[in-house]
């Protein structure tokens, strides 16, 4: 999105991810929520291509490989994004009942905690609790390493949070990372 709309890499700004909720930081609603519906829209058709081609692999696994080319595109340096959105997107194919628990902990937990990544890990937990209450999917192994993998991707901000630095979601020093008018036009 910022490379090609506005020619600059968003990789260089700000928290330096290329996710949702650095383009927020970095460019505005607008290019975030492009951002985020084109990363969930990813995680959704890669979970439908085994639905849709009648595939013997399961829908989660097709979605979980997509979140794993997410965070580490071959065509961006193996730079990518957090996986949040993507499983937002996988989720929503496998099982509308787990992305609802999941992503409504998402969300509670960033408002009471504040801090983005917290809420972002709790995806990984409510996964897997989820899962140890469901009959239809129940994949511990699994989810136990997306915790892992979700805390790998979130250690910057584990580093930032236990040396003070973590900016908190409605800190306002983080509005000096947002880049000019000037420098977002097309």
Do not use: W
């Amino acid at each position: 999105m910022a490379k090609f709309f506005f020619h600059v890499d968003i990789r260089d700004h700000g928290s330096k991810n290329p996710g949702a909720t650095n383009t927020l930081r970095v460019m505005g609603k607008r290019a975030a929520i492009i951002v985020l519906l084109v990363d969930v829209a990813k995680g959704m058709l890669a979970a439908s291509l085994p639905l849709i081609f009648d595939l013997p692999l399961a829908p989660l696994y097709a979605g979980l490989i997509a979140v794993i080319g997410h965070c580490f595109p071959i065509f961006a340096g193996f730079r990518g994004g957090k996986a949040i959105a993507t499983t937002a997107g996988a989720l929503l194919i496998v099982d509308i009942g787990m992305f609802l628990v999941v992503y409504v902990t998402f969300f509670a937990v960033i408002f009471v905690t504040k801090y983005v990544f917290m809420g972002s890990i709790s995806v990984g937990i409510a996964m897997l609790i989820f899962s140890l209450f469901s009959p239809d999917i129940h994949e511990p192994f699994i989810f136990t390493a997306f915790i892992i993998f979700l805390i790998f991707l979130h250690r910057s901000n584990l580093q930032n949070f236990f040396s003070g630095k973590e900016p908190k979601i409605n800190d306002k020093k983080v509005k000096g990372d947002r880049l000019p008018p000037k420098d977002l036009k097309m």
